[in-house]
């Protein structure tokens, strides 16, 4: 018998060395070879691409949108741009426990209710636990299938016998096909699994999601190859020990992204949320020093997001920098920018960031808010109540405006905030009734006018 030939393949690049290393030679990556088999080459697998392809001219392509299939849950339907896409496949990663299971089933259950013929497929649960989630959430889906199958050609056969509109695998990390000899969750079985699947969904125009499993780092495990593969990217985000979900779309080939769905875990499964911005506000009987409220814009939607910050003197030679939800980086920055055109030094002291509800703020428009809070924190005054802020802040010292000014404005009046701090270019030309706007060029502009607000 042949000897069986091994190789170390890389988790993090998918790159491969005959021999283990502590470092990966093609992304140079730490400690992440693996070992495993080596796949014997199938030399019939893509006989059938020798024959020629028909091209088209792409005036010629009838490329009118077909219609949205809508899940039932609004908020998944939002950060999906409206619904399902016949044909699109979905990638749903998170981590362990946060409800991406729980809100696929709902999903399917709004789906089958619906009359959408819908199949849930798992390979980490058998059947009755399924039914058990289902009773657990008080879910009625008398339509609803399930099949409990981890190998890859019995799951097409019955896909193909089904004919299902919308299929969920659960999880793609535990199918496996039988061309490769590797173990369920490898790179190769990763990708060749994800590819079948993603041919099946193109040729029969069944919408797929697959559920991804996250590595300790956060990232969805087999070196990205889902991602470039799928069509829909969503991360599932929040703390478990939270009651509160947020969905959030990276990447989306069929609508815009960076759209945010916002749930809450009830003891009958996850529920939208409709009024997001009001998880993110904290409900102080009195202002209170380091609190300032920001505009910030995820997608289409316009949220409101308390930054709170902490300034304290440091007692040690190297003052702390520490941001929750906020990037750390652009901390240290703006830091320096305070000190260098608004007279306001931190270098002995500790400045700690936060923004509330467990939200991550990526826009630079959270610039503004984030020097007010730490100015109203080191001063021990605070800031008014009613009073909503955005921009971003140049290293000039300089206020730059943000896209969507005019519709976090009304989004802010409609929440009841009377004062309005941004950039001069945001400047709405109609007035809008019962908002206060204070429009400022630079940061030392900005912090006076906070300052006279008190």
Not at 409 to 432: D, V, Y
Request: glycine content about 8%.
């Amino acid at each position: 018998m042949a000897k069986t030939k091994t190789l170390y393949v890389c988790q993090a690049c998918g790159g491969n060395s005959a021999k283990w290393q502590g470092q990966c030679p093609a992304c140079d990556a730490w400690n992440t070879l693996e070992e495993s088999i080596a796949e014997s080459s199938a030399s019939s697998r893509f006989q059938g691409l020798a024959k020629p392809i028909p091209r088209q001219k792409l005036n010629a392509i009838d490329a009118e949108d077909s219609p949205r299939l809508p899940t039932g849950v609004d908020e998944l339907d939002r950060v999906l741009g409206g619904g399902l896409v016949p044909g699109g496949v979905i990638l749903l990663g998170g981590d362990p426990g946060i409800g991406k299971s729980t809100l696929l089933l709902q999903a399917l259950a709004e789906l089958s209710i619906r009359g959408a013929n819908v199949l849930y497929s798992s390979g980490e649960e058998s059947a009755a636990q399924i039914a058990l989630r289902a009773k657990r959430i008080n879910l009625d889906a008398p339509e609803l299938e399930v099949l409990a199958e981890i190998q890859l050609e019995k799951l097409i056969l019955a896909v193909e016998s089904a004919k299902p509109q919308v299929l969920v695998v659960d999880s793609i990390q535990t199918i496996y096909s039988e061309l490769l000899s590797s173990a369920p969750g490898s790179v190769a079985q990763v990708r060749e699994c994800a590819a079948q699947l993603t041919r099946l969904a193109k040729s029969s125009g069944i919408c797929i999601f697959l559920v991804g499993h996250v590595t300790k780092d956060g990232h969805l495990a087999g070196p990205r190859v889902l991602e470039h593969i799928v069509d829909t990217v969503l991360y599932f985000e929040g703390d478990t020990h939270s009651s509160f979900r947020l969905i959030r779309s990276i990447k989306n080939r069929f609508g815009a992204v960076n759209e945010l769905g916002v749930f809450a875990m009830t003891e009958k499964g996850l529920k939208g949320v409709t009024n997001p911005s009001a998880l993110f506000l904290s409900q102080h009987t009195e202002t209170v020093p380091g609190s300032c409220v920001l505009v910030t814009q995820e997608g289409s939607r316009p949220l409101l997001v308390e930054i709170q910050a902490l300034v304290d003197t440091a007692h040690i030679p190297n003052p702390r920098r520490l941001a929750v939800g906020l990037e750390q980086a652009r901390l240290a920055m703006l830091l320096a920018v305070l000190h260098r055109h608004a007279g306001i030094a931190c270098f002995d002291q500790d400045v700690f960031l936060n923004a509330v509800g467990g939200v991550k703020i990526t826009e630079p428009a959270a610039d503004l808010a984030v020097l007010l809070a730490i100015q109203s924190s080191i001063r021990n005054r605070a800031l008014p109540k009613e009073l909503i802020v955005f921009g971003e802040v140049g290293l000039a010292g300089e206020i730059r405006p943000c896209p969507r000014g005019q519709e976090r404005l009304k989004e802010a009046a409609k929440l009841g905030f009377k004062i309005a701090i941004i950039p001069k270019a945001n400047m709405p030309k109609t007035k809008i009734p019962g908002l206060q706007i204070i429009p400022v060029e630079r940061i030392d502009q900005a912090i006076q006018s906070a300052s006279e607000l008190n």
